[in-house]
């Protein structure tokens, strides 16, 4: 209003004095524009500017003050406000989770490191360090082959450190850790590197090891147990007749019979030390290619107590093996035979004893089923037990022995129920 009425005034007197009001009025007013649009507009856009460069800097902390819905600018501020309280409690609960993965790789038993593609050491915990001795205060950024680990680089998931040479021989000193290795692909600033976590597999083995003798010391136990203790009765009893005024009137018959059992019990043991002996020395496999069908066949005509029926499978040359797989067969087509033949198994009228052998391929495994009718498992617990048996004249190495043998041609024995309900499958897996 001030700029018109000077307008106003300047048409009616030209005057210089009133040029100057009009020019000094007109500039009044550009100011206070100015100072309402800078008010207004530019001081909240260098706000929003401070504070969208704090949370490049990773700074949570600044807000815009003042800001009201229904503007332009208003509503902004709130949104970069909402932005940053979010970002600022990302951040913490990442802190929060750093903190726990730290605290976590610290108190882990289990060496942890992790590689760049160069070979470049990123991280590393506690056990780590003192697994390969790495004294350096600050080794992250040395490379594998500074630290002496570059042929970890190189194991595979789910190997094995230190690897074995080309002649399959393990070189580290005595007494060191062999370490079971779990590697995964993780990216850091979007670049990848790879996370190395190693598991003593020595303290597996020694736990395996010591269950494995407590058996073994628990069956042997029981045998010789079970030969040494008539021995010794019957012996003391006899030197105990013998001794009597009446020696001469001991009758020969009872010591006859006193030394039949003498002597069986000490054939029994000798039987049970050779089955010891033989599955101890089980010799590395002779691979060479052999026809399934033919081992089958071979191994069925030794079974003449009862005539195994043969189901063929697909025509399969397996590379192993043939006396050792000849072997496990006849073992498991023994057991089979005895099941069906079992005390159990004839009692039971509508049974007639019944063997059957078939084999399948699938996904380049061969699979052999030995099925009988008998009884069925008794005890799953004890089946791969060594010298374990529920036979009169069993030596509990028939499953030992083939699985043994199985395992030194990279494959395994299983025994299930048969899907009939009654009987029991032996199951030998090969790889083809």
């Given at each position: ?13 030209p005057?210089p004095?009133?040029?100057?009001v009009?020019?000094?009025t ?32 990773d ?7 003042g ?7 208003g ?87 230190p ?48 269950t ?52 069986d ?20 496999p ?52 005895d ?21 399948t ?10 099925e ?14 060594p ?9 509990g ?36």
């Open positions: 209003m001030l700029a018109f009425a000077g307008l106003w005034t300047y048409t009616l007197d005057s004095v009133m040029v100057g009009v020019v000094l007109l500039g009044t007013v550009w100011g206070l524009a100015i100072s309402v649009f800078f008010n207004q507009l530019v001081r909240p856009l260098q706000t929003l500017a401070n504070v969208v460069s704090a949370l490049r800097e700074d949570y902390s600044f807000r815009a003050r800001a009201l819905r229904n503007d332009a600018l509503d902004l501020a709130l949104e970069i406000n909402a932005l940053a309280a979010t970002l600022q409690q990302q951040r913490s609960a990442a802190l929060d989770a750093l903190t726990l993965v730290e605290r976590v790789l610290s108190s882990m038993q289990s060496p942890v490191l992790a590689f760049d593609e160069a070979g470049t050491l990123k991280l590393l915990n506690a056990a780590a360090r003192s697994a390969f001795a790495i004294t350096e205060r600050n080794p992250i950024g040395r490379t594998a082959l500074e630290l002496n680990l570059e042929s970890l680089l190189d194991i595979p998931d789910q190997g094995l450190y690897p074995a040479d080309p002649s399959g021989n393990i070189n580290f000193v005595q007494g060191a850790v062999r370490w079971s290795v779990r590697r995964a692909v993780f990216r850091l600033h979007g670049l990848p590197n790879t996370l190395f976590v190693l598991s003593d597999v020595g303290a597996v083995l020694r736990e395996e090891e010591r494995a003798w407590q058996r073994l010391i628990r069956v042997l136990s029981h045998e010789i147990n079970n030969s040494l203790t008539p021995i010794q009765s019957i012996a003391g009893s006899l030197r105990h007749r013998m001794m009597r005024s009446d020696a001469a009137a001991v009758d020969p018959a009872d010591l006859l019979r006193g030394l039949g059992v003498i002597e019990r000490s054939a029994s043991l000798n039987r049970f030390l050779q089955a010891y002996q033989r599955l101890t020395r089980l010799p590395a002779t691979l060479q290619r052999a026809d399934l069908a033919q081992l089958i066949v071979q191994v069925v005509h030794l079974e003449t107590r009862l005539k195994p029926h043969v189901e063929p499978g697909p025509a399969v040359h397996l590379l192993c093996d043939p006396d050792q797989i000849q072997q496990a067969l006849i073992n498991l087509l023994q057991n089979a035979a099941a069906a033949l079992s005390q159990d198994s004839a009692a039971r009228p509508d049974a007639s004893p019944a063997v059957q052998i078939t084999w391929v699938h996904q380049e495994q061969l699979s052999i089923f030995i009988d009718n008998g009884p069925g498992i008794t005890n799953p617990g004890n089946l791969f037990v010298f374990y048996t529920t036979k009169a004249k069993g030596t190495i028939g499953l030992v022995l083939a699985q043994q043998i199985a395992t030194a041609h990279h494959g395994s024995v299983t025994l299930h129920s048969a899907r009939s309900g009654t009987g029991c499958v032996a199951q030998l897996n090969l790889p083809l």
